[in-house]
């Protein structure tokens, strides 16, 4: 069956360092992949997208790998801050009769502290 | 832009009470999700439309589930009846029709059911 998984274990690290978050996937051939972050009591927010043909993509202090192979994305945020603390889903995009959809990671919580 | 519009924030119900969910999209966004969040289950995909139509609702649980989009800019999806296990939180995202663009979802309706 289909599997996404990510480290249910928060992720403690302190404000300066690079974080990492794990995305693995089994029995899925996506099209592309999102990475969101999700505050408490709010809607989860798009970060970035990396398509299947991509190896990496890069945003200000994020980075995203996509390895197909492997079956399994990287999130880096660098010079991680406090503000960097919250829940960040990685999300896989397949196409179904010509519709996209998306299906979600449970998530890992990443706490910067000061 | 005011970005995905979700009402109420918390619904608390009794066992066996008619539910009713609503979202007004982004404007020109033409498809829509409903998702369902929990501890164990994490985001799932109940029910998509696109162009006001439902595309796949093999996400949605069980008959007591159902949800409409009469126009462009309004859904609603309804619990009748509800179940304590129906707790969760429910977000509605919309998308605009290009493959791989991200969701926007909104902050979510938070539903108890005693």
């Known amino acids: 069956s289909q599997k996404i998984e990510q480290n249910s274990e928060a992720l403690n690290i302190q404000e300066g360092k690079t974080a990492t978050l794990t995305c693995n996937y089994t029995n899925y051939s996506p099209a592309y992949l999102q990475w969101y972050r999700q505050d408490p009591g709010r809607g989860p927010v798009f970060l970035l997208l990396i398509r299947e043909n991509e190896k990496e993509k890069r945003k200000e202090r994020l980075k995203v790998t996509f390895d197909t192979t492997l079956k399994q994305s990287l999130f880096h945020i660098t010079a991680s801050q406090p503000a960097d603390s919250a829940t960040y889903l990685c999300?896989?995009?397949?196409?179904?009769?010509?519709?996209?959809?998306?299906?979600f990671g449970k998530g890992t919580m990443l706490l910067v502290s000061p | 832009d005011a970005g995905v519009i979700q009402s109420p924030r918390h619904e608390v119900t009794e066992m066996g009470q008619e539910v009713t969910l609503r979202c007004k999209p982004i404007s020109g966004h033409n498809s829509l999700f409903w998702y369902r969040q929990t501890m164990m289950r994490g985001l799932e995909l109940l029910i998509y439309?696109?162009?006001?139509?439902?595309?796949?609702d093999s996400g949605m649980p069980e008959d007591r589930f159902s949800a409409k989009m009469p126009n462009a800019s309004f859904s609603t999806l309804k619990i009748q009846p509800s179940e304590p296990r129906d707790s969760a939180v429910y977000f509605c995202?919309?998308?605009?029709?290009?493959?791989?663009?991200?969701?926007?979802f909104g902050n979510g309706t938070r539903l108890t059911v005693t």
């Open positions: 439309f696109n162009n006001n139509v439902p595309i796949d």
């Open positions: 995202a919309s998308k605009s029709t290009a493959a791989n663009s991200p969701l926007h």
């Open positions: 999300a896989l995009g397949s196409m179904n009769s010509g519709y996209s959809t998306l299906t």
